[in-house]
């Protein structure tokens, strides 16, 4: 953009909401590196869906196998509505490169379901919920830096993103690191856990155009499809006798929620990740500490090792 066209992003930001390119000064390597102004946008819309589908799988990949199956089984249907949805925002704010840029994304909604069913489906076991929930928070604030200074072309702001997204990486890996740990949930944890798996899998496909909603003046029909979609996950995840620890569920979850989504700063998808983040920790200190059996479950296994090697 230093080379071709002077600097100046006019001739493409003047069909954009503000927001977008904050350039940063590179200095000598301006005139070092090469020019294609021809990229502007183009590789955007090539690499969007594959980014935003990836991390969605991977957080699937972590909360369990059986999740990231049926997610990648669905993965045609995700595909199309994303793809759906990110052409529908490029023809709102159409300009001149439009037509190419819808093009570039259908070949994309194309090719990334044929390659996805590549990724591998991780390690087995129940999930533990909060190094979840830490870990899907913290590469939310990853793919939250990368959107703003890649998609939105502001590389004035690696700066200071840099801070935020050097102490999520070492959150996600002491995350990580904590959630190879076994874990037995009891009758609560185990509808808390069973709840979440069916929403990741219930909000993947409408995922993106619910977030837009938000952008383009449909946020109450955005707010009803989130309603229904944790609605219908409840009923297919909670034991119904446990009606009473549902109740404060929800109610942590809404406070949970709340909380976060006025704590949060910056651009929508903060606010979302924010209330998203407090709305599935929050349930967790009402359903209840780890079940006793776990801790049976460890001493027995542990009576078992020294027994074994004994006799040997």
């Not at 050097?166 to 995350?175: E, S, Y």
């Not at 904590?178 to 509808?191: K, Q, T």
């Amino acid at each position: 953009m230093d080379q071709a066209w002077q600097g100046s992003p006019e001739r493409i930001a003047r069909y954009l909401p503000p927001g977008w390119f904050d350039l940063a000064d590179i200095g000598p390597l301006r005139s070092w590196l090469p020019a294609w102004p021809w990229s502007v946008l183009h590789v955007q819309a090539a690499l969007e869906l594959p980014f935003v589908m990836l991390a969605y799988l991977l957080v699937c990949r972590w909360f369990g196998p059986a999740v990231f199956r049926r997610a990648i089984a669905a993965r045609w249907h995700v595909s199309a509505s994303y793809t759906l949805t990110f052409c529908l925002v490029e023809w709102e704010l159409r300009n001149p490169d439009t037509c190419i840029d819808i093009v570039i994304r259908i070949v994309s909604g194309i090719l990334t379901p044929l390659l996805l069913p590549l990724l591998s489906e991780g390690r087995a076991g129940a999930p533990r919920l909060v190094p979840f929930v830490v870990s899907a928070a913290a590469l939310g604030a990853v793919v939250l830096a990368v959107y703003d200074t890649a998609t939105l072309y502001n590389l004035a702001h690696a700066l200071s993103w840099l801070p935020l997204v050097a102490a999520a990486a070492v959150v996600l890996a002491a995350a990580r690191w904590f959630a190879r740990r076994p874990a037995v949930h009891g009758p609560a944890m185990a509808s808390v856990s069973r709840s979440l798996g069916w929403l990741l899998l219930l909000f993947f496909a409408p995922a993106l155009p619910v977030r837009y909603g938000f952008n383009f003046g449909t946020e109450r029909a955005s707010l009803i499809a989130g309603a229904a979609i944790m609605l219908t996950a409840l009923r297919y995840g909670w034991d119904h006798r446990l009606g009473g620890t549902l109740a404060l569920a929800i109610a942590a979850g809404a406070l949970g929620a709340g909380a976060g989504y006025a704590a949060a700063r910056g651009y929508p998808e903060a606010k979302l990740l924010a209330a998203a983040t407090g709305f599935v920790h929050a349930p967790h200190s009402t359903a209840g500490a780890p079940h006793p059996r776990a801790h049976h479950a460890d001493d027995r296994s542990a009576m078992v090792n020294r027994t074994s090697e004994m006799m040997r």
